[in-house]
């Protein structure tokens, strides 16, 4: 990946709101190493990247997942019966996948419109961990995807498919399981 175009991706995570400040360094050199070359695929998987912070009772993990092609996403996508079940499967155990999420953003109309209209040819699927140990019986843990559109960093539309998707659990509770398409 070019300079400018990871400089442009890390720039508007660092405009998400309810993250932790990326290290801006980290990512940019990360995702120079990524060949994103032209393709059909609508993502590249990201290679194990992880950012930590650790404050008082709270530790944080931001990891950047997928790169997201703009121009590949299409309305109305619908997967196969074969992955709608994996993802049944993934939400029924509340199991955080990068994939699920990469084929429930394509069944987002209004989230594939966003990403066809952005100016850049890339935005990016992260991960946000928040690991929580002020009760000393149960760590409750908050695993939310970050999805960053160029220019629609706060948009009403993102924020709501990123809480819909975000896993809450309390020790080995699941405590809100994520919403996956029915099977059928």
């Known amino acids: 990946?070019?300079?400018?175009?990871?400089?442009?991706?890390?720039?508007?995570?660092?405009?998400?709101?309810g993250i932790i400040t990326?290290?801006?360094?980290?990512?940019?050199d990360l995702l120079m190493q990524i060949d994103v070359p032209e393709s059909s695929r609508f993502y590249e998987r990201i290679p194990g990247n992880k950012q930590e912070l650790t404050e008082s009772d709270c530790?944080?993990?931001?990891?950047?997942?997928?790169?997201?092609?703009?121009?590949?996403?299409?309305?109305?996508?619908?997967p196969g019966i074969v992955k709608r079940a994996l993802d049944a499967l993934a939400s029924w155990r509340g199991i955080y996948s990068s994939d699920v999420l990469t084929r429930?953003?394509?069944?987002?109309?209004?989230?594939?419109?966003?990403?066809?209209a952005c100016l850049e040819d890339f935005s990016l699927l992260a991960k946000f961990e928040?690991?929580?140990?002020?009760?000393?019986?149960?760590?409750?843990?908050?695993?939310?995807?970050?999805?960053?559109?160029?220019?629609?960093?706060?948009?009403?539309?993102?924020m709501e498919w990123e809480e819909a998707n975000t896993l809450y659990q309390?020790?080995?509770?699941?405590?809100?399981?994520?919403?996956?398409?029915k099977i059928l």
């Open 1 to 17: 990946m070019q300079l400018k175009t990871a400089e442009t991706l890390v720039e508007a995570l660092g405009k998400h709101p």
């Open 22 to 28: 990326p290290d801006k360094d980290l990512f940019i």
């Open 59 to 78: 530790s944080y993990s931001l990891s950047l997942r997928r790169v997201l092609r703009n121009r590949n996403s299409e309305r109305n996508y619908s």
């Open 104 to 116: 429930r953003l394509r069944q987002d109309n209004e989230i594939v419109d966003l990403m066809q």
């Open 130 to 158: 928040t690991y929580d140990y002020s009760d000393p019986n149960k760590l409750t843990v908050t695993t939310r995807p970050v999805l960053v559109i160029p220019g629609a960093e706060n948009d009403e539309q993102v």
């Open 170 to 181: 309390k020790g080995k509770e699941t405590l809100k399981k994520v919403k996956y398409a």
